[in-house]
């Protein structure tokens, strides 16, 4: 993948506005990213360390890591009443362990 480093804008097939920001080797790495059908959006910052990702209004809905502009390695997932409906390890970007109550439920393999 060749690198690219520029602004831009995406949208959805509605025309709405999806992701304004910078990007960084075809992956979105600073900006907002717009969710019109759950009326959320993120703050994306990418790179190396510890991220969180907060919705439209200001609630924490995502805490983890990112690795090269993806999701890796344990992460917590908030959804709007402050619940955690996701508590586990990504890898990639894709969800491979997942764990409910301190309980393992499920291992992915790629």
């Known amino acids: 993948m060749a690198l690219k480093d520029n602004k831009g804008k995406e949208y959805y097939n509605n025309d709405r506005l999806k992701f304004?920001?910078?990007y960084?080797?075809?992956?979105r790495w600073n900006g907002i990213l717009y969710?019109?059908?759950?009326?959320?959006?993120?703050e994306i910052k990418f790179g190396s360390g510890k991220i969180k990702e907060?919705?439209?209004n200001g609630e924490l809905i995502y805490e983890g890591?990112?690795?090269?502009g993806r999701k890796s390695g344990k992460a917590i997932e908030y959804n709007?009443?402050?619940?955690?409906?996701?508590?586990?390890?990504?890898?990639?970007?894709?969800?491979i362990e997942y764990h409910s109550?301190?309980?393992?439920?499920?291992?992915?393999?790629?």
Request: aromatic fraction near 28%; avoid cysteine.
């Open 54 to 56: 907060y919705g439209y």
């Open 80 to 95: 709007h009443y402050g619940n955690i409906p996701f508590r586990g390890k990504y890898k990639n970007g894709k969800r």
């Open 35 to 42: 969710n019109y059908y759950l009326n959320e959006k993120y």
């Open 24 to 27: 960084f080797d075809e992956r």
């Open 101 to 110: 109550n301190g309980k393992f439920k499920f291992e992915v393999n790629f």
């Open 65 to 68: 890591k990112y690795l090269n």
């Open 20 to 22: 304004e920001g910078e």
